[in-house]
């Protein structure tokens, strides 16, 4: 399902076990995917965005 939302740590899964520090720090730069903060203040991360975010990455080899 391309609209889940992801935890921080199913992000970091889904990213070969980069840290959570190294994510935060992402974000503090604006160069983390986008993220969705609910009212209890944790974030989410939909799927469809970490794939658009990913594919932004992506270097031809």
């Not at 399902?1 to 199913?10: F, I, K, N, S």
């Not at 160069?31 to 031809?60: F, M, T, Y």
Request: charge should be positive; proline fraction near 5%.
């Amino acid at each position: 399902m391309d609209d889940e939302l992801l935890t921080v740590p199913q992000v970091l899964s889904a990213l070969n076990g980069v840290s959570r520090r190294t994510f935060y720090r992402w974000r503090e730069l604006g160069l983390a995917p986008d993220c969705i903060k609910l009212p209890n203040g944790q974030l989410r991360v939909s799927r469809r965005d970490l794939c658009a975010w990913l594919e932004r990455h992506r270097e031809a080899a």
